[in-house]
């Protein structure tokens, strides 16, 4: 499975700015993803990131709050912005294989919390 | 509807022991993967197992098993000989083929305490 970074690991940010999150693999890959997971909750989807073209993003989320860069098949970033509390989860990127199994596999995460 | 149900929010076990983890699905996409991840306090995500709608064997991987009933829509985990580090959330997952998003849906997990 690739290996896969997320940089920062947690941040702690003042409401009104943003954070961008970095993601990046050891391999190219066709699929990367962007999840958040709120606190005590389970994972939701925020958009797929295409490499070349403008993100895909799930319903509940835009583009304005949660800008994405895909410049090639390794890297990735997430843009959290004009932050409120609401905003504090864990974001994660993951990767998806190309075995025929659509396994995702998951970087350890970005903590936020919004003050 | 598309989704994913664990019914056990938290579960104990004593180590060295099995136990099983629940997951039921529903969808109306012929073929789909299901999935189980484990999430330690750290937040990160690992992947356990794998099965596919088709598969006609049940997975497994080292202590990890997946239980598969495609009749009653439940695809449980069974951790067998469970040791203090499998003390995490589990969360099962389901990737229906037909969804063009390639997202995966998440149940809402279960927190599992191995007790020694």
């Known amino acids: 499975s690739a290996v896969i970074s997320q940089k920062p690991s947690r941040d702690i940010c003042q409401r009104g700015t943003s954070l961008t999150i970095q993601c990046q693999v050891d391999s190219q890959v066709t699929m990367m993803f962007w999840y958040r997971q709120q606190p005590g909750q389970s994972l939701t989807l925020i958009a797929t990131a295409n490499q070349g073209s403008e993100a895909t993003y799930e319903s509940g989320f835009v583009i304005d709050k949660f800008p994405i860069s895909r410049p090639n098949l390794t890297f990735s970033t997430l843009t959290v912005s004009n932050m409120s509390p609401e905003d504090s989860s864990i974001y994660l990127c993951s990767v998806s294989t190309s075995d025929g199994t659509d396994t995702q596999y998951f970087g350890p995460g970005t903590r936020l919390t919004v003050l | 509807a598309q989704k994913i149900t664990q019914t056990q929010p938290g579960m104990f076990v004593q180590e060295k022991e099995a136990v099983t983890l629940d997951c039921t699905y529903d969808?109306?996409?012929?073929?789909?993967?299901l999935f189980w991840y484990k999430q330690p306090s750290s937040g990160e995500m690992i992947f356990l197992i794998y099965q596919g709608s088709y598969d006609q064997q049940n997975a497994t991987e080292g202590r990890y098993s997946l239980n598969f009933q495609k009749a009653r829509k439940s695809a449980n985990l069974v951790i067998s000989a469970s040791q203090l580090g499998d003390s995490a959330m589990y969360f099962c997952a389901m990737r229906p083929r037909m969804d063009s998003s390639y997202k995966l849906i998440f149940g809402s997990g279960t927190r599992l305490l191995v007790r020694p």
């Open positions: 969808t109306s996409d012929p073929s789909y993967g």
